[in-house]
């Protein structure tokens, strides 16, 4: 079964990341490594010698998009998987799913999620297809409901830092458009915290738009209405066709 490299970016969340790490650390098919990139201070001692599979790197506060990039580079797995320090899986065996598209030829795999509100508001599905059409439309693929071949990047580069906000949109939309099937793994597996700190929140908005109007001139797409996943979980979900995982 292919190898998962896991990710995990993190600022100053210690009292997240743990809750995060133990649901890595849960999976019925384990994953080769654990990475966590420190873009603050003090995750490794927040970790302490919770599990010898993890591995805290210091990404001297540069900021979350080259978080990413710097575990993406140490990554020794088969594939990458993304868990931000404050989301965490709720599906044990969704590493053993994934694997298993992937022993079937898949380059690219994305699941379902719900938003889980800190207020107590009832949880809200997150259940949309994508393809390199909808994508030119609106992100519908949450970052830690993916895990793609590591390999990927091989052929397609790096994150894109100039894009601290739309990043992961970015990458999804030159993945789709390079031929790779964005194969669905259609059941939730991860619970997406929505709270104060969230990067999404209204008082980076003004930021948030002037990053998506770099992110349309960059593929060529007319403006964009801004939004973000909260908004996007109100509304019907379109169907545009794709392979699916079990």
């Not at 790197?57 to 990554?75: E, F, I």
């Not at 990458?171 to 964005?182: F, I």
């Amino acid at each position: 079964m292919s190898s998962i490299s896991v990710v995990i970016p993190t600022r100053g969340r210690h009292h997240f990341l743990k809750q995060a790490l133990e649901s890595v650390l849960a999976q019925s098919h384990a994953p080769a490594e654990i990475i966590v990139v420190d873009d603050g201070v003090g995750a490794a001692e927040a970790i302490g010698h919770m599990h010898p599979a993890i591995t805290v790197l210091d990404n001297a506060q540069r900021g979350p998009v080259p978080a990413r990039n710097m575990g993406v580079s140490h990554a020794t797995g088969d594939c990458i998987c993304f868990l931000d320090d404050d989301d965490w899986f709720t599906d044990d065996t969704y590493f053993a799913g994934a694997s298993a598209a992937f022993d079937k030829d898949a380059d690219f795999c994305f699941a379902d999620g719900v938003l889980r509100f800190d207020d107590g508001r009832p949880d809200l599905p997150f259940v949309f297809e994508a393809d390199a059409q909808s994508l030119e439309r609106d992100n519908t693929i949450l970052i830690s409901g993916v895990i793609y071949r590591r390999a990927l990047h091989a052929a397609l580069g790096s994150f894109d830092e100039s894009l601290p906000f739309y990043w992961d949109w970015d990458w999804y939309l030159r993945v789709a458009r390079a031929g790779h099937p964005l194969t669905h793994i259609r059941r939730p597996v991860v619970a997406i915290r929505v709270h104060a700190q969230n990067m999404s929140g209204e008082s980076l908005e003004a930021q948030r738009r002037a990053n998506l109007d770099r992110f349309s001139t960059k593929h060529a797409l007319p403006p964009i209405p801004l939004k973000n996943h909260l908004d996007i979980a109100t509304q019907s979900p379109g169907k545009p066709p794709g392979p699916v995982a079990p």
